[in-house]
């Protein structure tokens, strides 16, 4: 038993050694998530991290607001609410006259327009 939990380190360790002993491994960061952003919202929701290209601005067109219940925003022709994407941003919070967006961790706040502005 003993013997077989040796063999079974030793082998272990060899592979490691082969593994890491590549020389010039070069680690490339582009399209990966970035650990040290949060994965939940302080409201517990789950952050979606989908890489979808930005398709033009966030046009927010209007907001169906409720303070009890589960509100929406028009934003560049689409209905959505919390938790869903627009492009490469997440909404995070739609409030009575502006919506919060989430991209990557950076938070993006975006003001409903009145008429004339």
Do not use: W
Request: some cysteine.
């Amino acid at each position: 038993m003993l013997k077989n939990k040796i063999i079974s380190s030793c082998v272990c360790l060899l592979l490691c050694k082969i593994a890491f002993a590549q020389e010039g491994f070069i680690y490339d960061p582009k399209g990966k998530r970035n650990p040290f952003i949060p994965l939940v919202t302080q409201e517990g929701r789950l952050i979606k991290l989908d890489k979808e290209e930005a398709k033009g601005d966030l046009s927010i067109e209007g907001i169906i607001y409720d303070k009890h219940g589960r509100s929406f925003v028009i934003v560049n022709s689409s209905v959505v609410g919390v938790g869903d994407t627009v492009g490469a941003y997440q909404v995070l919070r739609v409030e009575e006259n502006r919506v919060i967006f989430i991209k990557e961790g950076q938070v993006l706040e975006v003001d409903l327009k009145k008429e004339g502005e």
